[in-house]
């Protein structure tokens, strides 16, 4: 997995984890941008504080790398706003995933940050964040653990559109955006 350099895992997984937690890529138009990749501790296994690691990840990047998204994985709300707020006005944007539900608050903060707290699930959507629903609803009427299989029929493709300023890496604009396949 190290072979490949585009692999991303939380960055505040602990040190020899495979693959890497920030990514620098060209985009189609040559300006560089940054993918940071980081884990919530709420619920979630235990890794470093995801707070400490962007500001570290951060202050490593070249000043001309200005256009940088976060991808934050985290259970709650709660942790996923404060990291937007937190890092408000350092980076293009601040993208919340984990919870397969999209939520409906994109917005630009102050500082010019696009945030969205869940981007919400790519996989087969008339499921149980992805798993056949009679399995979910089974375990959850008789307590009894199950296997958990993939639902099968349409995917959605769920995600953000974000209009960053080349120039500042602050943000535009940001819209949701779903795509359906049979």
């Known amino acids: 997995m190290n072979s490949h350099p585009r692999l991303l895992r939380p960055a505040n997984y ?5 693959g890497s ?19 919530g501790r709420t619920y979630m296994p235990n890794s470093d504080c995801p707070f400490r690691k962007a500001d570290e990840l951060l202050l490593s990047l ?54 969205q707290t869940d981007a919400g699930m790519t996989g087969p959507y008339d499921s149980v964040i992805g798993v056949e629903k009679e399995m979910i609803v089974r375990r959850f009427t008789n307590s009894m653990p199950v296997k958990m299989e993939a639902a099968k029929g349409m995917v959605e493709f ?14 535009r604009g940001i819209r949701r955006h779903m795509l359906r396949a049979d």
């Open 14 to 18: 602990p040190p020899g984890s495979p």
């Open 21 to 39: 937690g920030m990514v620098t890529v060209a985009a189609r138009n040559g300006v560089q941008c940054a993918v940071i990749n980081l884990q």
């Open 62 to 115: 070249p000043a001309e790398v200005r256009v940088r998204f976060v991808d934050f994985h985290a259970e709650v709300t709660s942790e996923k706003m404060a990291m937007g707020w937190h890092l408000d006005g350092r980076v293009s944007g601040v993208i919340g995933t984990h919870t397969h539900i999209p939520t409906a608050d994109s917005r630009i903060l102050p500082g010019g940050t696009a945030y």
């Open 158 to 171: 769920h995600s953000v559109i974000i209009d960053v300023d080349e120039e500042t890496g602050l943000a």
